[in-house]
Every structure is written in structure tokens, then in C-alpha cells.
């Protein structure tokens, strides 16, 4: 079921997804910049030593981050399965696809994996219409799409190793 205009049709269950998922990346955003324990998680990420000598108790921001990506992954397995519900083996390619939206975003930002999530899903779509139909590229298979995400990492990684939005760290001795 689900509503539409124009000869567009979304399915309730995937608004609210999108729903949910806008507010909770603005309230995860919100939580590292204005929250005590959230700049704490930022000061645990850059350096551990420095945070725990400054007093952040280090341990209770690893845990305050596991409940978080606990709370995270139980939104995301309610909203991932199809109309039954429940989560199936089949699903194991959605979860594959987290790692090279994360490294093409950058591992530190939350924006870019963001800016990573669209870029992936649009060349998977792209990758999905038009790469069966095309003569030259037809000898691939109907699961090419399946690839296009690591490809996209390789190729950016290729650029930029720190991916679009991430730090460039360099260290010097």
C-alpha cells in the first residue's frame, strides 16, 4: 500500500524509512556536536591517551557507542526487510554494501557517508537499467550492480585514500 502523484508511487513502509532515517542522522549529528558524551566519543575517536588523560572515561564512551549502534542496526533490520518483516539470509548483499559507502564517505564523517550512500545507490541503479540492455556490456551478467559499489570505492580510493569527507592524517615522526 502506499500513496503517489504523478505516476509515482512510495510505499508507506519506505517513507517512513526515510523518515526515520532523516531524524535519526540529525539527532546522531546533534548528539556528537552538542552533547557531553558526544564530544567525548570525538575526543576517544582522535586520540584515547589524551582523552582519558583530559577524564573521559573511555570505557563508558565504548559502551554509549555499541547501545548507539545497537539502536541504529534495530532500526535498520525493522526497515531493511520487504513487506513480511522479517530479516532473511537473502539480505546479506544490504549489509555488504555498508562497508564501501563508509570508506568512500570517509571513515570520520557522517556527512560523507551520506554523500557515499547516494553516490553508490545511484550508480547501482544506473548499473541496473541500463547494463543488461546494452549489447557491449550484456557478456557481464544480470549481477553486475551487485559489484558497482566496490568498484566506486576502488576508484575513489584511487583519488583520494582518505575517501570524499575524510580526514587526511599525516603523522610525522
Do not use: C
Not at 572515561?57 to 525493522?78: E, K, N, T
Not at 547501482?124 to 556490456?137: D, F, H, K, R, V
Not at 583520494?160 to 569527507?165: A, D, F, H, S, V
Amino acid at each position: 500500500t502506499g500513496f503517489g502523484t504523478g505516476g509515482i508511487i512510495i510505499n508507506h513502509r519506505r517513507l517512513a524509512a526515510m523518515v526515520v532515517a532523516v531524524a535519526l542522522v540529525l539527532a546522531l549529528l546533534a548528539f556528537f556536536r552538542y552533547s557531553r558524551m558526544g564530544l567525548a566519543m570525538r575526543a576517544a575517536a582522535v586520540d584515547q591517551e589524551v582523552a582519558l588523560i583530559q577524564g573521559v572515561s573511555v570505557g563508558a564512551v565504548f559502551s554509549v557507542s555499541w547501545a548507539i549502534a545497537a539502536v541504529l542496526a534495530m532500526f535498520a533490520g525493522l526497515f531493511m526487510s520487504p513487506d513480511t518483516g522479517a530479516l532473511t539470509a537473502s539480505m546479506y548483499p544490504l549489509a555488504l554494501k555498508a562497508l564501501p559507502v563508509v570508506v568512500i564517505g570517509g571513515l570520520d564523517s557522517i556527512g560523507g557517508t551520506l554523500v557515499a550512500a547516494l553516490i553508490v545507490g545511484i550508480a547501482e541503479s544506473l548499473t541496473n537499467t541500463y547494463q543488461p540492455g546494452t549489447e557491449w556490456l550484456s557478456w557481464m551478467g544480470n549481477n553486475v550492480a551487485q559489484v558497482v559499489p566496490y568498484f566506486v570505492m576502488f576508484i575513489v580510493l584511487l583519488i583520494r585514500p582518505y575517501g570524499l569527507y575524510g580526514t587526511k592524517e599525516v603523522e610525522r615522526v
